[in-house]
């Protein structure tokens, strides 16, 4: 049930902080980023939540972009980041976090429906989201709200600095 005093509203210069914390906060099981690491170990002395923090960082620095983020008692609970393509009338929820402490509140939900509502009011005329196979919240969310699945895809990595074939610094 979404609580009455959650605001949500379009985030601004001084939310960036917090909505990286977020993201370094909740995103350790679903991300591609902590798959890679728990299978090829740091790469370059740098960890997942790096990696996935420049991903959001990308996504509210980008300038066919939005935010929107769920505040409660004036702190920021939860994001969700918009991408826009105007030519292909096609908008994409990049991100999505709800601090731990506001779970299965319905948080989530309605940032989801307010990026709806802001690609439609931006002349997007379809809204995606993936997910990884391992986010069952996300599995379960998604086509609750309205999404269809359309395609599957199944993510490879590789890790070149244990391949002589491909590292030409240990040649």
């Keep these: 049930m979404v609580d009455q005093q959650i605001n949500y509203r379009n985030a601004n210069a001084q939310d960036r902080e917090r909505v990286l914390q977020i993201t ?3 995103f350790g099981p679903s991300t591609f980023e902590r798959n890679i690491e728990e299978r090829f170990g740091v790469i370059d ?4 939540r790096w990696r996935k923090r420049r991903h ?5 620095d980008a ?11 004036g702190r ?21 976090a709800v601090d731990a402490e506001y779970k299965s509140r319905g948080i989530g939900r309605q940032l989801i429906q307010e990026a709806l509502r802001e690609m439609a009011a931006s002349g997007m005329q379809v809204g995606r989201i993936e997910t990884l ?23 490879f990595a590789i890790d070149l600095r ?10």
């Design 45 to 48: 002395g740098r960890d997942w």
């Design 56 to 60: 959001v960082e990308a996504d509210l």
């Design 162 to 171: 244990s391949r002589d074939d491909y590292n030409h610094a240990n040649g």
């Design 24 to 26: 370094e906060a909740v």
């Design 76 to 96: 920021v609970i939860g994001y969700v980041t918009i991408r826009y393509d105007k030519e292909a009338k096609i908008g994409s929820i990049p991100n999505l």
């Design 133 to 155: 196979q391992q986010n069952e919240v996300g599995q379960h969310l998604y086509p609750d709200v309205g999404f269809e699945e359309v395609a599957r895809q199944v993510y």
């Design 63 to 73: 300038s066919e972009s939005g935010c929107v983020v769920a505040e409660h008692r």
